[in-house]
């Protein structure tokens, strides 16, 4: 089964999740790659998912599109004068899944994010069909990009799998009481499971059976 990972913005820990999945699904003993088909700025995100695969594939084939300017992929293609080869990404994506039990493919930023001018992060995610899975900081504003995003995935007829909360930042008392309840309330407004929480630091989340079967779980 494949996935899109999507987040509700950009910097809330999508490629950290990303990881801990790809490697919980590859010491399961399943065949399990994680994919960045754009990078902007610097390819760590990229770097990481081609080591959370076990270099699996080449550097490239997990990020096809590099653009060095750390802005949105449309802008940055602007200033590069270098139009985003959909076609290299659409390849990619589907080479990836040859000899591979999962395929996760990160996008960038959030879900409306440009890439071209009419087409879209939510584009690149419609075209493969898969389900998608939204991460979420948890923080101020946690629950309105929340909603926003999932209402936007289903509004363009793709499943969403689940919402994971991601802790940012170690909890303090300062933020505690808006943090410690986004995701109870998460539960109580949406109609897509919360699969659970990553905790500051967590590096071990045993998971992926659950969002497979679409349980919740609390992440370790």
């Known amino acids: 089964m494949n996935f899109f990972l999507t987040g509700t913005d950009t910097g809330v820990g999508k490629t950290y999740v990303g990881c801990a999945l790809v ?3 590859r010491e399961e003993g399943r065949r ?27 550097l490239d084939a997990i990020n096809p599109v590099w653009l060095q300017t750390p802005a949105a992929p449309y802008a940055a293609s602007l200033l590069e004068s270098r139009p985003v080869d959909l076609d290299l990404i659409r390849r990619a ?13 990160e996008g960038v930023g959030g879900w409306f994010v440009p890439i071209t001018r ?4 939510s584009d690149l995610a419609a ?8 991460v979420v900081a948890n923080r101020l504003g946690a629950l309105n990009h929340t909603l926003l995003t999932v209402r936007a995935i289903q509004a363009q007829g793709l499943t969403c799998a689940g919402v994971i909360v991601n802790e940012l930042l ?3 008392l300062n933020d505690a009481l808006v943090t410690s309840g986004n995701r109870l309330i998460l539960e109580t407004l ?19 059976r659950q969002l497979l079967s679409g349980k919740k779980t609390t992440l370790l």
């Open 23 to 25: 490697r919980e699904w």
């Open 32 to 58: 399990a790659v994680g994919l960045k088909p754009i990078c902007c700025g610097d390819r760590g995100d990229a770097l990481a998912l081609h080591a959370a695969g076990g270099q699996s594939l080449s």
């Open 93 to 105: 994506c589907r080479a990836a899944q040859l000899g591979h039990d999962h395929v996760l493919v």
């Open 118 to 121: 009419n087409y879209f992060i």
């Open 127 to 134: 075209e493969l069909g898969w389900p998608v899975i939204v």
């Open 170 to 172: 170690p909890p303090s």
């Open 190 to 208: 949406l109609d897509v499971p919360v699969l659970g929480e990553v905790a500051f630091g967590a590096r071990n989340v045993q998971w992926w």
